[in-house]
């Protein structure tokens, strides 16, 4: 027994599983070779070995098909991306940039393939203020805005402790220049009073 446990071991160990997942049942099923396994002569049904594995899909799903959606509705407004649109605005700060293309729509404030909401966390007041100038028109429901956005990012909530703490300064040492009749920064050459 101990070695046909051993056999079967060995046997599994040089299998390969693919990492595709599917949303169904699925049953894989090694049957019994007459190399691989010693049963007793009196056994005389086929042994084989079956393993059944069904995976739950998870909450990502959606937020991924939700996504997808985004990108599709996205690729049907602006034909050719954001590159072949003319761009309405541009806002730059420090190292971050948002372009912006306006269209009649409904409108809808699609932020990096995601909706405004989910982009902003939910942030009532960053919805509101992305929203202030078409609110300012009267033309909340006339137009969508898609924004492509990239450096900088959201503010982090963490950002208050771990500033208390002082994990979030930079180290501003640099090396000093050097001077001139000096070796380096501060170095002097060697003096002799001969």
């Not at 691989?36 to 009196?42: C, E, I």
């Not at 203020?129 to 924004?147: A, C, H, Q, R």
């Not at 208390?164 to 501003?172: F, H, Q, S, W, Y």
């Amino acid at each position: 027994m101990a070695l046909s446990v051993s056999n079967l071991a060995s046997s599994l160990s040089s299998l390969s599983f693919s990492s595709q997942v599917s949303q169904g049942p699925a049953t894989l099923s090694f049957p019994r070779t007459n190399s691989a396994f010693s049963l007793p002569a009196k056994s005389a049904h086929r042994a084989s070995l079956s393993i059944s594995a069904t995976v739950a899909a998870p909450a990502e799903v959606a937020e991924d098909n939700d996504t997808m959606e985004l990108k599709k509705y996205v690729k049907s407004r602006l034909p050719g991306g954001f590159a072949a649109q003319k761009i309405i605005g541009t806002g730059r700060r420090k190292c971050a940039i948002a372009r912006v293309v306006l269209q009649e729509g409904t409108g809808k404030v699609i932020i990096n393939y995601r909706d405004a909401k989910e982009y902003l966390q939910g942030n009532p007041l960053w919805l509101q203020y992305v929203k202030v100038p078409l609110v300012t028109l009267g033309y909340e429901n006339s137009y969508d805005v898609f924004v492509k956005a990239h450096g900088g990012g959201l503010c982090a909530d963490h950002r208050s402790p771990l500033k208390k703490e002082g994990l979030l300064t930079r180290d501003a040492r640099v090396v000093e220049r050097k001077k001139v009749g000096l070796k380096k920064a501060r170095k002097a050459p060697q003096f002799s009073k001969r």
